[in-house]
């Protein structure tokens, strides 16, 4: 009997921490189904913890200069920039792509880019 309830005890704890490390790989931005591709938001941190897509990494435009290439070393790599209205995006894109970038889209406002991607916008 007290195998039994081991053996439940431990399967429990493994399957709580599968399911931590998926919510933590959500939170990360790295469940993206499509792995050819990179998802960054460019608003500010306080519009990313009000909601941002599921699979989005979040660099900040005034960063994004100094951080892209560390996020995305392939400078092939098709990626998605989005922010509140597209703005910032479209900035980031200018940005990226003076850094040598060729396959930069501007996925536009959030709200767009979760139709776009077909992501979830999560907190």
Same mark, same amino acid.
């Given at each position: 009997?007290? %195998?039994? !309830?081991?053996?439940?005890?431990?399967?429990?704890?493994?399957?709580?921490?599968?399911l931590?490390?998926?919510?933590?790989?959500?939170?990360?931005?790295?469940?993206?189904?499509?792995?050819?591709?990179?998802?960054?938001?460019?608003?500010?941190i306080e @519009?990313w913890?009000?909601?941002?897509?599921? =699979?989005?990494?979040h660099? @900040? *435009?005034?960063t994004? #200069? #100094? %951080?892209? @290439?560390?996020?995305?070393?392939?400078?092939?790599?098709r990626?998605?920039?989005?922010?509140?209205?597209?703005?910032r %995006?479209?900035?980031a894109?200018?940005?990226? @792509?003076? !850094?040598?970038?060729?396959?930069?889209?501007?996925?536009? #406002?959030i709200?767009? #880019? %979760?139709? *776009?991607?077909d992501? =979830?916008?999560?907190?």
């Amino acid at each position: 009997m007290k %195998s039994r !309830l081991l053996t439940a005890i431990h399967t429990a704890l493994l399957c709580a921490t599968l399911l931590a490390a998926a919510h933590l790989a959500a939170d990360q931005g790295t469940t993206d189904p499509q792995p050819d591709r990179v998802i960054i938001d460019v608003r500010s941190i306080e @519009e990313w913890n009000s909601g941002h897509l599921a =699979a989005a990494q979040h660099l @900040e *435009l005034q960063t994004i #200069a #100094a %951080s892209i @290439e560390q996020q995305v070393p392939d400078k092939q790599q098709r990626v998605y920039l989005y922010c509140r209205s597209g703005n910032r %995006s479209g900035k980031a894109k200018a940005i990226i @792509e003076q !850094l040598g970038y060729t396959n930069v889209v501007n996925a536009g #406002a959030i709200t767009n #880019a %979760s139709i *776009l991607l077909d992501q =979830a916008i999560v907190q």
